[in-house]
């Protein structure tokens, strides 16, 4: 059954990435939000935090086992492993202040704040995920390949 544990870890990576370009989407398109609903102020920028799901033994752990120099009973390496998605966190860095007295959002000084947005910090973000995206996407491929090829000697 590690088979099916293998894709059941991909396909956790696959949807906490997948969350994950999400929230970056949801930060791009309020870039220029400076007022959300109930008029609390500007859009703050959202983050995605991720852990650990299970599969707690190291490497060497598992390669010590295999190579039989532990007893099998020592680690327990029935837990599949992954990642999840634990929260969604609001960044807490300042907002920007932009001068616009014509805003409708200045304050008595002219000044907007604006959202705490970095395109440069989220289209970075952007290509990790999408990276990360790709890889787990490239393993669960070469699973399939796998299967298939087991299911090919049985013929």
């Not at 590690?2 to 994950?20: E, K, V």
């Not at 290509?127 to 787990?136: G, R």
């Amino acid at each position: 059954m590690a088979f099916l544990s293998s894709m059941n870890i991909t396909g956790s990576a696959l949807t906490a990435q997948q969350l994950r370009l999400d929230v970056i989407s949801e930060n791009v398109a309020n870039i220029n939000t400076t007022r959300v609903e109930g008029g609390e102020g500007p859009y703050q920028r959202k983050m995605v935090v991720m852990e650990a799901d299970g599969g707690r033994n190291t490497f060497r752990e598992v390669l010590a086992q295999a190579a039989g120099n532990v007893p099998a009973e020592t680690y327990n390496l029935s837990q599949a492993g992954g990642v999840r998605v634990t929260q969604i966190v609001e960044d807490t860095s300042p907002f920007k202040l932009q001068y616009d007295p014509t805003h409708p959002d200045a304050n008595a000084e002219g000044y907007v704040e604006m959202p705490n947005v970095d395109l440069v910090k989220e289209v970075t973000d952007a290509m990790a995920a999408t990276q990360a995206y790709s890889a787990n996407v490239t393993a669960f491929n070469t699973l399939k390949t796998v299967a298939t090829r087991a299911l090919d000697i049985g013929r």
